[in-house]
């Protein structure tokens, strides 16, 4: 069983940056593949960026891409993914979901393919 917690949320002005943590209750390395997904109020969550066990490749949605970066630290194994947000927009204001998998070798870019989430936590951003 994987426990996930985000932090990191709050509220931010347009243009701003937060960089949003999700510890892990195991190793990392026991983890495979982890990503960072959204859901804005009345809509659905939506895949935002995703990375490898190895942290070797990252993938990113195109609403995100180039502004958002994931990163993953299993140094000393640590248990931290990371999403580091920058030039936020109103658009962004969501609950922010840190998913992981437990097994394979997949790295799913849609919530079925993960198993473990995290209780999420709110990103507003003021225009």
């Known amino acids: 069983q994987i426990q996930l917690v985000e932090s990191g949320g709050g509220l931010v002005q347009a243009g701003g940056s937060l960089r949003l943590s999700c510890a892990a209750s195991?190793?990392?390395?026991?983890?495979?593949?982890m990503a960072w997904f959204r859901q804005p109020p009345g809509k659905e969550r939506e895949f935002l960026a995703a990375?490898?066990?190895?942290?070797?490749?990252?993938?990113?949605s195109d609403p995100v891409k180039g502004r958002f970066f994931i990163s993953r630290d299993n140094v000393k194994a640590k248990n931290t993914v990371y999403l580091q947000m920058n030039s936020l927009k109103p658009d962004d204001t969501a609950v922010y979901y840190c998913?992981?998998?437990?097994?394979?070798?997949?790295?799913?870019?849609?919530?079925?393919?993960?198993?473990?989430w995290g209780p999420g936590t709110q990103v507003t951003v003021s225009s």
């Open positions: 998913a992981a998998i437990g097994s394979g070798w997949n790295v799913p870019q849609n919530k079925e393919g993960y198993e473990y």
């Open positions: 990375i490898t066990k190895a942290a070797t490749n990252s993938y990113y």
């Open positions: 195991v190793n990392t390395l026991s983890v495979k593949a």
